[in-house]
Nanobody, 119 residues
Framework: QVQLVESGGGLVQPGGSLRLSCAAS????????MGWYRQAPGNQRELVAA???????NYADSVKGRFTISRDNAKNTVYLQMNSLKPEDTAVYYC?????????????WGQGTQVTVST
């Protein structure tokens, strides 16, 4: 089992910055990749950014150049640095961990943290 706990959400003005953190515990050695997803009211949950165990990253087109995902293996923590925030970035942000067991990918989720970009 993997437990994920997010922190760092809040209210910020357009153009501002926030950093989200996701602390992993439990069977963390089984985690193949971690990422951040977001879900705005009325929308489906979408991938924002992901990072593999090897450090490869990928981003949604809407956040490229503004958001950066990183990891601190010593602290078992993944971060999402969000700069130049826009109102359309407003959503609940969820941390995700993927564990591959055989041919099946198991998804683990944090509880979510609200990010609101508004004046």
């Amino acid at each position: 089992q993997v437990q994920l706990v997010e922190s760092g959400g809040g209210l910020v003005q357009p153009g501002g910055s926030l950093r989200l953190s996701c602390a992993a515990s439990g069977s963390i050695f089984n985690i193949n990749a971690m990422g951040w997803y977001r879900q705005a009211p009325g929308n489906q949950r979408e991938l924002v950014a992901a990072i593999t165990r090897g450090g490869s990253t990928n981003y949604a087109d809407s956040v490229k150049g503004r958001f950066t995902i990183s990891r601190d293996n010593a602290k078992n923590t993944v971060y999402l640095q969000m700069n130049s925030l826009k109102p359309e970035d407003t959503a609940v942000y969820y941390c995700n961990g993927k564990v591959l067991r055989g041919a099946i990918v198991h998804d683990y989720w944090g509880q979510g943290t609200q990010v609101t970009v508004s004046t």
